[in-house]
């Protein structure tokens, strides 16, 4: 499984900058919400993570894994297979997500499947082609 990426203070605090940097870098059909407060993970794609607003402790893979907090600016890209879970967020937190190709992430509760191992995209959702997640 291919470890997470964290972004810090990459995006402008708008959820439109998030949307077209990542459709600009093939990461569509971008969706505005949050993250759940319960471990689950994608089977079936990657997932990116862009904070416009307030902030949340992400944690990543499962129960045991570390947590990051994100604010307003910030990127995480989730790998497939890697659990994540909301462990707590400003009143105001609010992200735009999208992955690969528009594909719609499955949803799969539990502490994440590490034998996922799906092709890594050609583009970061930030970063573009050959750097950052991609790379």
Sequence with gaps: MTAPVVHKGVGEPRPAWFENRFAANGWTGAWRNGVHEFHHYHATTHEALGCYAGWADIQLGGPSGEIHRIEAGDVVV???????????????????????????????????????????????PVLGAGRGFSA
Excluded: W, Y
């Design 78 to 124: 989730v790998p497939a297979g890697l659990a994540h879970c909301n462990r707590g967020q400003s009143d105001n937190f609010a992200l735009v997500g999208a992955c690969p190709g528009g594909v719609t992430p499955d949803m799969q509760k539990g502490e994440g499947d590490p034998s996922i191992t799906l092709p890594r995209p050609p583009h970061d």
